[in-house]
C-alpha cells in the first residue's frame, strides 16, 4: 500500500484538494483511504464520505495532535491494509507551523495558501522545508503576479519539491496531484522508520496540568525570553 501524508496551516485547502485528488484516482479505480488527526472536534470526516471516501477519526484531546499521530501511524497502516487501500492519506491536524508527521521514505505534502502572506513560508519549519510535494491554494483570488512572488517564496525555502497550484473548489490540479500521490512508495511497515526532524519538546508543569503563573509553578523544560534593555518611560 502507498503511503502519503499531508500537513499544512489551518484553512489551508487539505481537506479540499485532497478529496479533488482522491476523486480522480476513483475515477481510476484506485481505492483510497483517508485517517485524519484533530485535535478537540471536526467536520471533515463528513466531507469525505459525502464523497464515498473510506475515513477514520483521530483526536487528541489535550495531547499535542502530531505526537499524538505518530503514537498511532503503525495503526493507521494497518487499518489501511486491513481494509485493502491502494493508498492512503494520513492528513494532519494542521495547527502547528512547524511540526509535521513527514516520515522518511513516506510522501510528504504541504499545503499553503495564497492569501497566508509572502513571508509566510519562511514562518513555517520543517513542515514545508523538508515536503517532497508543496500544494498551493487559493489561487483563484490573487493576481498572476501575486502567485508568482509566492511561489519564489517557497522555493527559496523549499529548493527540491515539486510545486502544485491546486484549486480546492474547481478542482483544477487535481489529476496532477493524484498522479503525484500515486507515485507515493509502498509502504509495508512503520515499525523503526525515523520522522525527518525532530518535534519540539514539549514537557513542562503546563504540559502536566498546572494552571498558576509564575516562577514557583514553573518545573521542567521552560525556555525564557531575552527582553532589550532601555530607558524607563518619562511621565
Known amino acids: 500500500m502507498r503511503l502519503v501524508t499531508v500537513a499544512g496551516p489551518p484553512s489551508s485547502g487539505k481537506t479540499a484538494v485532497t478529496i479533488k485528488a482522491i476523486a480522480s484516482l476513483h475515477r481510476e479505480g484506485v481505492r483510497v483511504g483517508v485517517v485524519k488527526f484533530d485535535s478537540l472536534s471536526t467536520q471533515d470526516q463528513s466531507l469525505y464520505e459525502k464523497q464515498g471516501i473510506a475515513v477514520t477519526t483521530g483526536l487528541s484531546g489535550n495531547l499535542c495532535p502530531d505526537h499524538f499521530f505518530v503514537s498511532n501511524a503503525s495503526d493507521c497502516l494497518s487499518w489501511g491494509?486491513?481494509?485493502?487501500?491502494?493508498?492512503?492519506?494520513?492528513?494532519?491536524?494542521?495547527?502547528?507551523?512547524?511540526?509535521?508527521?513527514?516520515?522518511?521514505?513516506?510522501?510528504?505534502?504541504?499545503?499553503?495558501?495564497n492569501l497566508s502572506g509572502v513571508d509566510t513560508p519562511k514562518k513555517i519549519g520543517p513542515m514545508l522545508k523538508m515536503a517532497d510535494v508543496v500544494v498551493v491554494t487559493k489561487g483563484d483570488i490573487v493576481s498572476q503576479a501575486e502567485r508568482e512572488v509566492f511561489a519564489h517564496r517557497v522555493r527559496q525555502v523549499n529548493t527540491s519539491a515539486v510545486i502544485l497550484h491546486v484549486n480546492g473548489l474547481t478542482g483544477q490540479g487535481g489529476h496532477e496531484l493524484g498522479r503525484l500521490l500515486l507515485d507515493a512508495p509502498e509502504t509495508t511497515d512503520l515499525e523503526g522508520k525515523l520522522l525527518r526532524f525532530s518535534m519540539p519538546a514539549a514537557l513542562c508543569s503546563y504540559c502536566l496540568g498546572q494552571r498558576r503563573i509564575g516562577s514557583d509553578y514553573q518545573m521542567g523544560n521552560v525556555k525564557k525570553m531575552d527582553f532589550p534593555k532601555g530607558e524607563p518611560c518619562t511621565p
Request: net charge negative; hydrophobic share 50%; charged share 20%.
Open 81 to 113: 491494509k486491513e481494509l485493502g487501500f491502494d493508498l492512503l492519506v494520513i492528513e494532519s491536524a494542521g495547527l502547528c507551523n512547524r511540526c509535521a508527521p513527514h516520515i522518511q521514505g513516506v510522501l510528504a505534502v504541504c499545503v499553503i495558501d
